[in-house]
């Protein structure tokens, strides 16, 4: 019950108790539990009075009932800290309303009516960016998921879906520019400087996907002429002084529009696509019907600002949210528990699309690395869950990884045992059978079996199992047959113990030693916990090259001799297997130095066989350097911890940075002959891209080696670059050094750059994730400098994200890093508590780490636990981190 409602506790009792009352729990909210809403809201009418500190908001609903299965004599309007102005219902003013935890509820007798409700909100003390709020002097919204019930009265979920007519006026100085979804029917002047425009959505959507902007904006505009001849404006509306840094954000929506008739066969279904640049912005980018509001992050880019991996994320993401117009806005999501329907499902069509811009090799072994990073130790840790989680207390905090990157994984495996004919006619079949609707996992599921003609009767535990599956490899040899024996097991999660044998498609080669040829890569598909398989023709034992190109979100656990390892990492034909293979003997050799230890033999063996294979990575001159710089980085902190039951982050580290430095030092010849053909490539020359990438990675091993050289190699770099790939790269590598250069670079670097935030926001994140001793003093200077401020999300994750993925700093043996922290979450919660929550499961790895440090973690889970008024997403994120 609602403390307030409670008659026994009034203010004065709950003063005097001998112990702060119990704080209240937010309620859980199942899967299991799904209803229909009993009322259909096919239209809205809303009328916006814009103002930044007050803006009126007047719906009109035209409510009917869903069916006569609940005869309900009420409707739940969702509210989140709205003010209700007035209510009427058929021209009626209402009396007779509640509320409930901030919902209206109204009385409704008959089938049908039409509620009109006027509420009233103040966008700049908006700060938690959720509903209607104000940046830089316009004011624009966020809506999903729950954002919509903070502007109006409405049944906030994804299944309710209505056409939207919106009416806004505001003054024409401060909002010159009217937006909306949909198309403009309609636009004129009003009195006292004001105008006004009238906007049509003619596609039914949910509250989620709506969008407002109204600003000071200027447009790059474009055409797009539809497979079906239809021919839509595109814009990209940013702050004028932004807008010689569109042009790339318009010619990759071109591309993504392309690639979706080609490659889906989906065509754009409005005469309009909107995309408005904000700073002010709590993630990447939002979807919203023919109006994307986005991170200037995702759209700003040009050579003297961003870097190659900058101007490749725009690209990624305007893919993405354009493709949530069908895999989303279209079809989309009966209620949040099946967010992975649309997100899984957009990031592998945007992964696909980017394989096919970028090439397939390297962005594979990125999205595998960023899956291995950051959804791995989700799922081996407290937070982990399906992809399709079974419950929730707060629907923020389940916009993780294990849903979208895993969910894309788990589709990519679908699309892997079909082949890619058959797996588009189930999505075509998908699309047909669900346009229109808002639909589930399960009916994603079936119309892939239906249209692929795949059984995947046991494949659906993919979507109830957490976990990352360990596949066990053995592999036995004689009278000409290999024997590969495979085992599997998933592991425990939080309320999952016991887990059924998962189906697991892996591409495979045998490759003959003496030819390093191999016979044709086979798919097996393992679908029990132990299971043989056979091949003939083998006179002697072959090298098995295994989970090709990542065919499987799983962990293979082999043990192949060093010297088969050295092979598939000098000339398996799969780019990510030979990736994999180097990998593994980095991760093989550094596990074993921070565990149980080697002796100095062990050692120098280990070393030895990465310097050989590192060594013929270097020269290989088939090789592409964008491959080279791939092959060349060491597995993560991150990911070798992943590797190890409990972890030491010092000793880890320690490795990590001596085999840098032994690989520097004894390949160094090698080193200084390619950082000498790179550095000669101009910025748009061939291959250029592959030599900024290499060129970078040879400072960062030589900074382990060679400091000095190192700083001199990186100033020289830093001076003469004409691109923000290469300046950057070189202030990456400076950051880390003790060394005069490092003082002088920074402080050219924001000098040339200041007033720019995005790129003021890499001068944060390069300092705070530095391997520099003093880490932790600048990362506390740097909370005091100027342009610091807790009130943008992207300037709270360039300084602390960085930090928290500072190996050394945030680990520090003192505890300093996680206090760091905590005591960010407490600051930040009360006023962005979207992204606080965030930042808990960094702390929340305590368990995966050796004692001292974990005791020191779990201290401030629980300082932050005993906080008073924590928000509904961080009391979550701590408690079941503490768990
Ligand atoms: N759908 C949005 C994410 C909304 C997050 C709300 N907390 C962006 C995307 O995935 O495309
Ligand atoms: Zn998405």
Redesign the pocket.
Known sequence: MDIARNPAVTEENTQLADAPPEPKQPPLIRREDYQPFPWLVPQIAMKFDLGLEATRVVSTLTVARNGNAHHSPTIRLNGDGLELVSVTVDGEPVTDWSMDEGDLILPLSGDAHEIEIATEIDPAANTQLMGLYASNGMLCTQC??EGFRRITFFPDRPDVLSTYTVRMSGSKEQFPILLCNGNKVAEGEGENGTHWAEWHDPWPKPSYLFALVAGDLVANSGTFTTCGGREVELNVWVREADLARTDHAVESLRKSMQWDEEVFGREYDLDLYNIVAVSDF??????NKGLNVFNTKYVLADPDTATDADFDAVEGVIA??YF?NWSGNRVTCRDWFQLSLK?GF?VLRDQLFSQDMQGEAVKRIEDVRILRSAQFPEDSGPLAHPIRPDSFREI?NF?TATV?NKGAEVIRMMRTMAGPEKFRAGTDLYFDRHDGEAATCEDFIKAIEDGAGLDLKQFRLWYSQAGTPKVGVGMEHSGGTVTLRLTQHVPDTPGQSNKQPMQIPLKLALFDRDSGEHDGEKLVVLDKAEDTFTFDGFAKPPVLSINRGFSAPVTIERSLASEDLVFLAARDDDSFARYEAMQELVVGHIVAAAGDGLNEAGREAGRAAIREALGAILTDESLDDSMRGELMMLPSQTYLMEQMLVADPGRIHAEREGLKAFLGEALKSEFHALYDRVEKVPYDGEGARGARKVKTQVLVYAAASDPDKASELAAHQYAKADNMTDRQGALMVLAGLHTAARTDKLIDFYRRYQGNELVIDKWFSLQAISLHPNAIEHVKALRDHEDFTMRNPNRVRALYMAFAGNPQAFHAETGEGYRMIADLILELDPINA?TAARFVPSLGRWRRIEPVRAALMRQELERIAAAPNLSRDTYEQVSRSLG
Request: charged content about 25%.
């Open positions: 999903e998921a709590n993630m990447g980018a939002m979807e993405h949210e949530h997100e957009t923020s916009y979208y979207q």
